[in-house]
């Protein structure tokens, strides 16, 4: 495919326009959270644990990710746990640790929520030429990477 000619823009411009797209999409976790009878920080996590796949991640790695305590993913845990999101099994290598796994129907019920939406995300991209995507996918996980960075050196409080 041709890549298709855009309009000149500023890092200003795309800043905003980026500005614009997390704002809407916070709202539309808020949204997306309320439909399937979660708070946004649960629904986080459980999308953290399904990203995991087959690597169980421990608590501790979800406390992490989700930049909470230890103590706070544990009343989330149990909250997922209790809707049927998650179960906690046994670390294979270490008794004193558990791992957490998605729930196969919770997992289906949130992706079916999302999947018109990545729909229409998936009709965006084919807007766009593979070499284009292939920025995108750079620019997004490397703002990905410098925002976590940020978020590691500034936002911290354990």
Same mark, same amino acid.
């Given at each position: 495919?041709?890549?298709?000619?855009?309009p000149?823009a500023?890092?200003?411009?795309?800043?905003?326009?980026?500005?614009?797209?997390?704002?809407?999409?916070?709202?539309?976790?808020?949204?997306?959270a309320?439909?399937?009878?979660?708070?946004?920080?649960?629904?986080?996590?459980?999308?953290? =644990?399904?990203?995991?796949?087959?690597? &169980?991640?421990?608590a #501790?790695?979800?406390?992490? +990710?989700?930049?909470? %305590?230890?103590?706070? =993913?544990?009343?989330?845990?149990?909250r &997922?746990?209790?809707? #049927?999101?998650?179960?906690? +099994?046994?670390?294979? %290598?270490?008794?004193?640790?558990?791992?957490v796994?998605?729930?196969?129907?919770?997992?289906?019920?949130?992706?079916?929520?999302?999947?018109?939406y990545?729909?229409?995300?998936h009709?965006?991209?084919?807007?766009y030429s593979?070499a284009?995507?292939?920025?995108?996918?750079?620019?997004?996980?490397?703002?990905?990477?410098?925002?976590?960075?940020?978020?590691?050196?500034?936002?911290?409080?354990?």
């Amino acid at each position: 495919m041709q890549a298709k000619p855009r309009p000149t823009a500023t890092p200003a411009q795309a800043l905003s326009a980026m500005d614009h797209l997390i704002a809407t999409s916070l709202i539309g976790q808020q949204e997306m959270a309320q439909r399937i009878g979660l708070n946004v920080t649960d629904l986080t996590c459980f999308a953290y =644990v399904i990203e995991a796949g087959e690597n &169980l991640l421990t608590a #501790g790695d979800l406390a992490a +990710r989700a930049h909470v %305590t230890t103590g706070a =993913v544990t009343g989330i845990l149990n909250r &997922l746990e209790r809707a #049927g999101y998650v179960t906690r +099994r046994p670390d294979p %290598t270490d008794r004193r640790r558990v791992r957490v796994a998605a729930q196969p129907d919770a997992e289906a019920r949130v992706r079916e929520v999302y999947e018109p939406y990545y729909a229409r995300l998936h009709e965006l991209f084919a807007d766009y030429s593979p070499a284009e995507i292939a920025v995108l996918t750079d620019w997004f996980t490397r703002a990905s990477a410098l925002a976590a960075g940020y978020l590691e050196e500034h936002c911290r409080t354990d």
